[in-house]
Nanobody, 120 residues
Framework: QVQLVESGGGLVQAGGSLRLSCAAS????MGWFRQAPGKEREFVAA????????GYADSVKGRFTISRDNGKNTVYLQMNSLKPEDTAVYYC?????????????????WGQGTQVTVSS
């Protein structure tokens, strides 16, 4: 049973920062996705099981950083220079394979999600 618990969402002003956390019940390659109302879930960032490989959506490159603490089985998403377009529910997901993936279909387990709202 894989369980994922996200935290760290909230309301911030444009240009501000937030750090999301995802506590997992095991060690997996992990991804962050987001979904705004009426839109499809989109890829944000991913990290391999070891933490040695990462990937980002073009829309967040240079602003977001994904990292992990394998001792805690926790993955983080540091979000800087936030924009109103970043407003969405953010989900962490776990993948059975070791490498990172960019497609939602590659992830078998999902957290409940945490709301991020960026005001203008």
């Amino acid at each position: 049973q894989v369980q994922l618990v996200e935290s760290g969402g909230g309301l911030v002003q444009a240009g501000g920062s937030l750090r999301l956390s995802c506590a997992a019940s095991g060690r997996y390659a992990m991804g962050w996705f987001r979904q705004a109302p009426g839109k499809e879930r989109e890829f944000v960032a991913a990290i391999s099981r070891s933490g040695g490989s990462t990937g980002y959506a073009d829309s967040v490159k240079g602003r977001f950083t994904i990292s992990r603490d394998n001792g805690k089985n926790t993955v983080y998403l540091q979000m800087n220079s936030l924009k109103p377009e970043d407003t969405a529910v953010y989900y962490c997901a776990a993948r059975g394979l070791a490498g990172p993936g960019t497609r939602a279909s590659e992830y078998a387990y999902w957290g409940q999600g945490t709301q991020v709202t960026v005001s203008s």
